[in-house]
C-alpha cells in the first residue's frame, strides 16, 4: 500500500493551519499593558493619567474606536483624557490613550475600556482592558467639586453658594488658604485654620462678572500643608447687561442726570420766557399804547397830561431806559419779579382815571358794558355798584359827572379783580418753576442714593410728558391764561419722574397687601428689568394711579378711610341778586371738586320757594367738560382741564326775580 499520498494530504492540512494561525495573529492589533490598576484613591479626586499603546498590527491602515462601557458591574469612575487612536493609524504604526481614575465612592471601582476595530467587511471583536481602582475617603474631603452659577442680578454679585471641607482623618490638619480663578469670590473664616476630626471649614463662593453676555469659568483650590484637597470647577453666566445708565459708574450717571436736569430747567426758561414772559409784557406795552393813543386825541387839558405821567412809570418797568446785565439776566431767569403786575396797575389807574375826560356817549357805553361785567361776578358789593349804574343809565335826566364818576368806580372794580387773577396767575408761574427747580434737585440727590435707579427717573420723565401731551391735545379754545397752562407741561415729566421711582419703590408693599395684583411686583434691586421699566412708565403716565395707590395703603395700614381733597371752608350764601327780596333760594353751600379725565360725580342742585318749575342757567365757565342740564340741575361730565373755575348758577321760576350763587369747583390732575 503506498503511504505518500496519505503523509502529503497532513503534511498540507497542517500546513495550512499554521499559516491560518499565523496570519490570524499578524492581524490581530496588540494593546500594552493589557490592564490598568490605579490602585486606592481618594474619593472626589483625579488621579494622574496612565497611559495605553495601541499596535496597529492588521497589516492595513486603521480607525479604533474606544470607549468605556456601562455593562453591569462597571462604574463611571474612569475618565479619557487623550485619545490618539481616532485617526487613521498606519499598518505597525503605534497610537496611545490616556485614562485616569475619580473615584465616586468608596471601595472597588472597576471599569472596562473598550477597543473597536474592522479590517475588512465584517467587523471583529472588540479588544477589551481591565480597569481596576478602589476609592477611599480622603484625609481632606470637599463637599462638591463643581459649582455653577446663574446670570447675576444689577447687583452684580450672584448670591453666595456654599462648600464644605471637613477634615476625615484622626489628626489635626491644617488649612492653610483657599484661592480663587475667574470672576469669582470667596470669603472663608481667617485662616490659617487647624481642623480636628470631624470638623469642617465654610467657604462662601459668589460670582461677579466683569465681562458681557460670555461665560465665565475658574477653579477655587484648597492649599494644605497635611492633605490634598481637589479643585473645584466653577462656572457662571454673566447676563447680557444693558447699556447706557444700567451700566455706567455711579459718578456717571448722576453726570447725566445732572446735566439732563440742567438742561431742562434752561429749557424751561427758554420756553417760559417766550412763550409766556414776552407774550405777557407785549400785551402790556400794547395796552400803554393804545391808552396813549386814547389820552392823545383827548383834549389838550392839564388833568390828562398828569396822568399820563403813570403810563410813563408803566412804559418804564417793562423798557428800562439803561438795563443792566444783571436785571436782564435775572428777568429772564425768575421771571416774573412784578414788573408786569405793576405796570397793569398804572395802566388800569390811568383808565380809571380818564373817565372823567371821555365824551358823554363814550361814558355811557362803557357803563353799559361794565354793568354787564359786574353782575357776572355776583359779587353783593358789585351787584350794589352795577344796580346803581343801571339806575343812572336809565334815569330820565341823567348827570354826566355821576355817570363818569360810576365808571370810574366800576372800572376799578373789574381791575381790581383782573388784577388779582393776573397777580395769582404769575404767582403760579413762580412756584411751579421753584417746584421744577426742587424736583430736579431731589432726583439728583436720590440717584446719588440710590445708583442705577436713574433709569427710572428717565423713564417716568417720559411717561409724564407722554400723559400731559395726550391731555393737551384734548384741550380747549379758552382765553389767554397768561401763561397758566404751561405750568403743567413744566411739571408733568418731573411729578412723572418722582412718580415713577415712587411708584416701584411702593408697588411691592401694594403686592403684598393686595392692593396691586402679582404682576406690579417688582424687583426694586434690578431697575433695568423690562418689566421693572413698564411698571415705572405707567406710574409716570398715571400720576392719578399713585394717587389710588398711596389711598389704598393707607386704607389697608388702618388709616382714614376717606380723604378730602382740596378742603375749602363752608361757604356762607350770597344774597340773591334782587337784594333778597325773592322766596327762591338755592340751598346747595359748595359743589365737589373734580380730577381730570374721571367722572364728575352728578351734582344735583336744589332749591326752595320755587312756586313752579325751576329753570338752571351758569354765568360764566363752568369747568371744561362739564355741563348743567337746565330742567333737572344736574352737573355732570368729565373734566378735562386742571384750574380752579368760578361761576354763578341761577335758578329763575318765572314768578319773581330769580336767585343766583357763586361757586367755585377745583379741578387737581
Known amino acids: 500500500m503506498n503511504k505518500w499520498p496519505i503523509v502529503t494530504t497532513w503534511l498540507f492540512i497542517a500546513a495550512a493551519s499554521l499559516w491560518s494561525q499565523e496570519t490570524s495573529k499578524i492581524q490581530s492589533p496588540a494593546v500594552s499593558p493589557s490592564k490598568l490598576d490605579f490602585d486606592k484613591h481618594a474619593i472626589g479626586t483625579r488621579s494622574d493619567p496612565k497611559k495605553l499603546t495601541v499596535t496597529n498590527n492588521t497589516g492595513s491602515g486603521t480607525k479604533f474606536a474606544v470607549t468605556l462601557t456601562n455593562r453591569k458591574g462597571n462604574h463611571p469612575d474612569y ?100 484661592t480663587t480663578t475667574g470672576d469669582f469670590l470667596v470669603k472663608t473664616a481667617a485662616l490659617p485654620l487647624n481642623l480636628k476630626h470631624g470638623e469642617f471649614l465654610t467657604i462662601a463662593v459668589s460670582f461677579a462678572p466683569k465681562g458681557k453676555g460670555a461665560a465665565n469659568s475658574g477653579t477655587l483650590s484648597v492649599s494644605s500643608s497635611s492633605g490634598s484637597v481637589p479643585d473645584v470647577f466653577l462656572y457662571g453666566n454673566s447676563p447680557d447687561q444693558p447699556a447706557g445708565l444700567c451700566s455706567a459708574s455711579p459718578r456717571v450717571e448722576i453726570l447725566v442726570l445732572l446735566s439732563l436736569s440742567l438742561l431742562y430747567w434752561l429749557t424751561m426758561v427758554i420756553v417760559r420766557w417766550h412763550r409766556v414772559a414776552r407774550p405777557t409784557r407785549e400785551l402790556l406795552r400794547a395796552q400803554i399804547a393804545s391808552v396813549q393813543t386814547e389820552m392823545d386825541l383827548l383834549t389838550d387839558r392839564a388833568g390828562p397830561t398828569e396822568i399820563s405821567k403813570l403810563l410813563d412809570k408803566a412804559r418804564l418797568l417793562v423798557d428800562p431806559e439803561r438795563p443792566s446785565g444783571i436785571d436782564r439776566i435775572a428777568n429772564f431767569l425768575f421771571w416774573s419779579r412784578g414788573q408786569e403786575i405793576t405796570g397793569w396797575g398804572y395802566v388800569h389807574e390811568v383808565e380809571a382815571q380818564m373817565a372823567k375826560f371821555l365824551a358823554p356817549e363814550t361814558v355811557i357805553a362803557r357803563l353799559e358794558s361794565a354793568e354787564q361785567q359786574l353782575r357776572v361776578t355776583n359779587d353783593a358789593p358789585c351787584l350794589a355798584l352795577a344796580n346803581s349804574v343801571h339806575q343812572a343809565l336809565t334815569t ?50 436720590l440717584t446719588a442714593a440710590f445708583p442705577h435707579h436713574g433709569i427710572l427717573f428717565l423713564v417716568g420723565a417720559a411717561g409724564g410728558l407722554i400723559s400731559r401731551l395726550s391731555r393737551s391735545l384734548d384741550r380747549k379754545d379758552v382765553p389767554t391764561d397768561y401763561g397758566a397752562s404751561w405750568t403743567t407741561l413744566f411739571l408733568s415729566p418731573v411729578s412723572g419722574a418722582l412718580g415713577a421711582w415712587a411708584g416701584i419703590l411702593l408697588s411691592g408693599l401694594a403686592v403684598k ?45 388702618g388709616g382714614s378711610n376717606t380723604t378730602a381733597t382740596n378742603p375749602q371752608p363752608p361757604q356762607r350764601p350770597t344774597p340773591p341778586s334782587n337784594g333778597g327780596t325773592s322766596g327762591l333760594k338755592i340751598t ?19 332749591a326752595t320757594g320755587a312756586t313752579g318749575q325751576v329753570k338752571w342757567s351758569v354765568q360764566g365757565l363752568l369747568p371744561t367738560g362739564l355741563t348743567l342740564d337746565s330742567s333737572s340741575g344736574v352737573i355732570s361730565g368729565k373734566p378735562t382741564e386742571a384750574k380752579a373755575f368760578s361761576f354763578v348758577i341761577k335758578a329763575d321760576d318765572n314768578s319773581g326775580p330769580p336767585a343766583s350763587q357763586a361757586f367755585t369747583i377745583t379741578i387737581s390732575s
Open 396 to 445: 330820565a335826566s341823567p348827570d354826566i359827572k355821576r355817570q363818569q364818576a360810576l365808571l370810574a368806580e366800576a372800572l376799578n372794580s373789574t381791575y381790581d379783580r383782573v388784577d388779582t387773577t393776573f397777580a395769582n396767575l404769575v404767582s403760579w408761574q413762580n412756584k411751579t418753576s421753584w417746584l421744577v427747580a426742587c424736583g430736579l434737585a431731589l432726583i439728583i440727590a
Open 79 to 178: 475618565q479619557i483624557e487623550t485619545n490618539e487612536c481616532n485617526d487613521q493609524t498606519a499598518p505597525g504604526a503605534n497610537c496611545s490613550i490616556s485614562i485616569s481614575f475619580l473615584p465616586l465612592a468608596e471601595g472597588e471601582r472597576n471599569g472596562t475600556l473598550e477597543i473597536a476595530y474592522s479590517t475588512g467587511p465584517d467587523p471583529k471583536a472588540p479588544l477589551e482592558i481591565l480597569l481596576t481602582g478602589s476609592g477611599v475617603i480622603p484625609d481632606l474631603s470637599i463637599s462638591s467639586t463643581q459649582l455653577y452659577f446663574e446670570p447675576p442680578g444689577h447687583s452684580h454679585t450672584s448670591p453666595p453658594q456654599t462648600l464644605t471641607v471637613t477634615n476625615n482623618s484622626q489628626k489635626d490638619l491644617m488649612i492653610d488658604g483657599v
Open 513 to 557: 397687601l393686595n392692593v396691586l395684583g402679582p404682576i406690579f411686583n417688582a424687583d426694586w434691586s434690578d431697575p433695568c428689568h423690562p418689566m421693572v421699566l413698564g411698571i415705572a412708565l405707567l406710574f409716570g403716565f398715571s400720576e392719578r394711579l399713585l394717587d389710588g395707590v398711596l389711598d389704598k395703603l393707607v386704607e389697608k395700614s
Open 588 to 606: 346747595n353751600q359748595k359743589l365737589s371738586d373734580g380730577k381730570v379725565n374721571q367722572d364728575y360725580p352728578n351734582i344735583k342742585l336744589e
